[in-house]
């Protein structure tokens, strides 16, 4: 009973309007309260600041310097094998698996299709129409930057206006189309094994979406599709390394990796509800 009411919730509040505010709230420089509010959220979630570039909680000015803290250096190995993929995040592993007949499982019950997830975009769809896809939960407590599984040619982003529904576990089992509903940022790259889609999903008091070389994506959210293209050299071009920094969010959300058919073999140790690492392994390429 607890859990309908729960995501009845979703429905009813004022989703925009609460993001905007705990936006405006993260960023605000509110001194002692600041570090009362940093400290109640790291015991509550049991952070593990021993990782922290900074471990002293009242070195972080706003909630979100806290958020979107660095690791020190070496926390965080990245798998160095020629053939191997790393884990884009911190989180737990939602989902894994096949594209079959252009759908995705979101939850036991629940599936969405591939042309609503990436906005109709069908070029990009028919890359990935029966490849493979994995979805990984970020929580309160994880660390919220984005690192690259494989080293990649940024050649596409586009920003999908949406809904802003918490994509915790229990709402995912029961909102329809969650992650093709909800806002997100989508990153189209080129690897050694084809392209490679890595998605960032936006979320019921997510302030902000970025990525490391547009930098803010959202807000503000003006309601429509926007796309950006990119060149493969010279000025503009985007090349990044396995494990660099792509994105970040400001409060928890979900990454969505596409893979095109037959590319990639995912590590047999990654399951529903996995718990995953940056860096480690994530796939071997075929």
């Not at 970040?248 to 718990?275: D, H, M, W, Y």
């Amino acid at each position: 009973m607890l859990d309908r009411i729960k995501v009845q919730l979703q429905y009813l509040l004022p989703k925009q309007g609460l993001t905007q505010l705990a936006g405006w709230a993260a960023s605000k420089q509110a001194g002692w309260f600041t570090h009362l509010v940093v400290k109640g959220f790291a015991k509550y979630y049991r952070v593990n600041m021993q990782e922290a570039e900074q471990p002293n909680l009242e070195t972080y000015a706003t909630f979100n310097d806290f958020f979107v803290r660095p690791l020190r250096e070496g926390a965080r190995p990245v798998v160095d094998g020629e053939h191997q993929i790393a884990l884009p995040a911190d989180g737990a592993i939602s989902q894994l698996g096949q594209i079959t007949e252009g759908k995705l499982l979101q939850a036991k019950g629940h599936d969405f299709t591939l042309e609503a997830l990436l906005a109709c975009n069908m070029p990009m769809v028919e890359k990935f129409r029966n490849g493979l896809f994995a979805t990984t939960y970020l929580s309160p407590r994880d660390y919220h930057r984005v690192h690259m599984p494989c080293d990649g040619v940024l050649r596409e982003m586009l920003y999908v206006p949406g809904d802003l529904f918490s994509v915790n576990p229990l709402t995912a089992e029961n909102v329809p189309n969650l992650f093709a509903r909800n806002e997100r940022v989508i990153c189209l790259f080129d690897s050694a094994f084809g392209p490679m889609v890595q998605i960032l999903v936006g979320a019921t008091i997510v302030g902000s979406i970025e990525t490391v070389w547009a930098g803010t994506i959202t807000p503000p959210r003006s309601g429509v599709l926007q796309r950006w293209t990119y060149p493969t050299e010279g000025e503009g071009a985007v090349h990044l390394k396995k494990g660099e920094e792509m994105g970040r969010f400001k409060l928890g959300s979900t990454v969505i990796n596409l893979f095109p058919e037959n590319s990639i073999t995912f590590s047999p140790a990654l399951q529903c509800k996995t718990p995953t690492r940056m860096g480690e392994l994530f796939a071997e390429i075929r």
